[in-house]
């Protein structure tokens, strides 16, 4: 492997606790791709693409996600089964015997940073035991110049050891594999699972905790876009509401696709420097930006290839969850530097699989709290015979995972911000339409893109002249018109042809909302709650 090294300055990680390790520094994707097909770690596909398989694991683990309980998160994490709690001398020990581990090793080290907007800069040091780790902290990261390098200044540090497993007794994990924040340290420890999305939901987990509390900015699960005129949308929405869909638009600049902040300056910035996309079912028709994004330089994550290196992307016989990263600039039609200014409208994105929620409605501040809070979609139930009932699905603020605060407190400042800067609020609805999953249709991506351009154009209002018809169970105010859209796909209602049964499931969902949110109720004000569904039939 001499090779290698000679492409990478002299590094220690003795200050790390880390001894006689051979660390590549700062490699080129190129090289690591090559380190990891000589090590047999992974596969090109027929592009040149390189195709890893990440073990045990394929998906992050939320029941082993954990933040130290110390001085400055003992009074601020809304602690329980998504902050879980960890002492501070369990993870020094845990810490301890990790560098043990990688002690002697081969490791790669990356000096990277988050947040596109220089007043926001986190820099960050990477150390992984596996090449393809590297290579993903570099597309999914914010690459520095190489005169920036010289005198780099790391903040927080991730130490990712995939091949590390705990023993659940002594160190106090859960089981074998743990993702652990230390606020203090300002240290993300990953070991015991290859999951790279582990890599990056640390350090955004970690921001989301940091731009609130230090900085008073709003951290957001979301994508953004920014038009001609300068103009910036943005969309929350849960896995396969259509978010990276629906953000890359022809006619308007990506700034990101997953992770953002919101400013006191009114600007709206990139956490990272890449994409992380779920590739099932992926077709140049349905998604030709990701589609082309996948060549040289991207990883695919746990996809099945045929003996001519093509994949196969209905294949999920390891993971649903099949994904590919890739730096940002694979695609075209990006905002450089990844920064918007003046959010004009914020989409909120549900795939209603019980087909109640108008497919575009518009929502007060105190609505758009409530709606961020609850982070609704529906996931269609599984697939054995017969049943078809839909399953109403929650994740406070479109990303609970990932929220260390207490979810009001994202919402209080989103509503601050809506008040202050006149921004719109949408409540799409990408699912069903004509009645619920199973009797209903999908509905046609054609109409949810002409509805969002509407609401970006101002032709919708214009075309409402700012009138509005109030949903009587979600109480949301439905357009009655809209360009480019048959007026009969606006009303819900209407196209199930069967009132009674409208209202019974709409009724329904609203009593999963109410259900869904008497956990936030005594933490939420009058405005939050007044935005709540009608319960009364």
């Given at each position: 492997m001499a090779s290698h090294t000679q492409t990478a300055k002299t590094f220690s990680l003795k200050s790390y606790g880390i001894s006689d390790a051979t660390v590549h520094?700062?490699?080129?994707?190129?090289?690591?791709?090559?380190?990891?097909?000589?090590?047999?770690?992974?596969?090109?596909?027929?592009?040149?693409?390189?195709?890893?398989?990440?073990?045990?694991?394929?998906?992050?683990?939320?029941?082993?996600?954990?933040?130290?309980?110390?001085?400055?998160?003992?009074?601020?994490?809304?602690w329980g089964n998504i902050n879980i709690p960890f002492d501070s001398d369990d993870f020094e020990k845990l810490y301890n015997k990790v560098a043990n581990y990688l002690s002697g090793k081969e490791l790669f080290v990356r000096d990277c940073y988050a947040c596109a907007d220089p007043n926001y800069r986190l820099n960050i040091r990477i150390i992984n035991e596996y090449p393809w780790s590297n290579m993903f902290a570099y597309n999914m990261f914010l690459r520095?110049?190489?005169?920036?390098?010289?005198?780099?200044?790391?903040?927080?540090?991730?130490?990712?050891?995939?091949?590390?497993l705990a023993n659940p007794e002594q160190d106090k994990t859960r089981q074998h594999n743990f993702a652990i924040l230390d606020f203090t340290r300002k240290i993300a420890l990953i070991g015991g699972t290859g999951y790279t999305g582990e890599i990056k939901k640390g350090i955004f987990s970690a921001l989301n905790f940091i731009l609130?509390?230090?900085?008073?900015?709003?951290?957001?699960?979301?994508?953004?876009?920014?038009?001609?005129?300068?103009?910036?949308?943005?969309?929350?929405?849960?896995s396969g509401t259509g978010k990276t869909?629906?953000?890359?638009?022809?006619?308007?600049?990506?700034?990101?696709?997953?992770?953002?902040?919101?400013?006191?300056?009114?600007?709206?910035?990139?956490f990272e420097g890449g994409c992380y996309a779920k590739v099932i079912n992926l077709s140049e028709e349905s998604e030709p930006e990701i589609f082309h994004a996948i060549r040289k330089g991207a990883i695919l994550e746990n996809v099945i290839l045929d003996d001519q290196g093509n994949v196969d992307f209905a294949d999920t016989s390891i993971t649903q969850n099949t994904r590919v990263s890739y730096p940002i600039y694979h695609i075209d039609n990006i905002q450089q530097p990844s920064i918007g200014k003046n959010p004009k409208n914020i989409f909120f994105l549900t795939a209603d699989a019980f087909g109640v929620l108008p497919p575009i409605s518009k929502l007060t501040p105190g609505q758009a709290a409530y709606h961020f809070i609850s982070g609704y979609t529906a996931k269609v139930a599984g697939t054995e015979a017969g049943i078809n009932e839909p399953l109403p699905s929650f994740s406070a603020c479109f990303g609970a995972p990932f929220m260390p605060l207490h979810p009001t407190e994202y919402a209080e400042m989103l509503s601050a911000k809506m008040k202050e800067t006149?921004?719109?609020v949408w409540l799409i609805n990408t699912g069903w339409t004509?009645?619920?999953?199973?009797?209903?249709?999908?509905?046609?991506?054609?109409?949810?893109?002409?509805?969002?351009?509407?609401?970006?154009?101002?032709?919708l209002e214009a075309a409402n002249n700012g009138k509005y018809h109030m949903h009587s169970v979600f109480k949301v105010?439905?357009?009655?018109?809209?360009?480019?859209?048959?007026?009969?796909?606006?009303?819900?209602?209407?196209?199930?042809?069967n009132d009674e049964a409208y209202y019974k499931t709409a009724y329904k969902l609203a009593k999963s909302f109410a259900d869904?949110?008497?956990?936030?109720?005594?933490?939420?004000?009058?405005?939050i709650m007044n935005g709540a569904p009608n319960l009364n039939e």
């Open positions: 520094y700062q490699l080129s994707p190129e090289e690591l791709q090559k380190i990891t097909i000589e090590k047999q770690q992974g596969k090109e596909t027929a592009n040149g693409t390189l195709a890893v398989n990440t073990g045990e694991f394929t998906g992050r683990s939320p029941k082993d996600r954990f933040i130290v309980k110390d001085d400055i998160t003992r009074d601020k994490v809304w520095p110049e190489e005169d920036e390098l010289e005198n780099f200044q790391p903040e927080w540090t991730v130490v990712n050891a995939p091949g590390f609130p509390v230090f900085k008073n900015t709003l951290p957001m699960h979301c994508s953004a876009n920014v038009g001609q005129d300068g103009d910036t949308a943005i969309f929350f929405g849960l869909t629906l953000s890359t638009d022809p006619e308007r600049n990506l700034i990101g696709d997953d992770e953002h902040g919101w400013t006191n300056e009114n600007s709206v910035f990139n006149g921004v719109n004509g009645g619920p999953y199973g009797i209903g249709t999908r509905m046609k991506l054609k109409y949810t893109r002409a509805m969002i351009s509407a609401a970006i154009d101002g032709s105010q439905q357009p009655i018109v809209c360009p480019n859209v048959p007026t009969d796909v606006l009303s819900p209602r209407q196209t199930w042809n869904n949110f008497k956990k936030f109720e005594d933490y939420a004000n009058d405005e």
